[in-house]
C-alpha cells in the first residue's frame, strides 16, 4: 500500500504543477483557472496534515511538566 499511496497520493500536487504550468509555456502565458490553485492548497492542507498526524502518532509528545511558580493563570489576584 505504501509505494501505490507514494505513487498516487502523493505525486498529485507536482502533477498538477507540471501539467498546468510548470512546463512549456514558451512565449504565451497559460492562464490557469483560479479554482485549481485553490484545489492545489488544499491538496497541500491536507498532505500535510496527514504527515504530521503520522509522524505524531509514531513520535507522541510527553506529557507536559507542572509549572513550578507559584502564580496561575486562575488567580483573580493582580499580580503586581
Do not use: C, W
Amino acid at each position: 500500500m505504501r509505494a501505490g499511496f507514494a505513487d498516487q497520493v502523493l505525486k498529485t500536487l507536482p502533477f498538477l504543477r507540471n501539467k498546468l504550468t510548470g512546463h512549456g509555456q514558451g512565449a504565451d502565458i497559460v492562464e490557469v483557472p483560479a479554482v485549481y490553485g485553490e484545489l492545489a492548497l488544499q491538496l497541500a492542507a491536507t498532505l500535510h496534515n496527514f504527515l504530521i498526524s503520522k509522524h505524531l502518532e509514531r513520535n507522541p509528545l510527553p506529557p507536559p511538566k507542572p509549572a513550578d511558580n507559584s502564580m496561575s493563570y486562575l488567580d483573580d489576584d493582580i499580580p503586581f
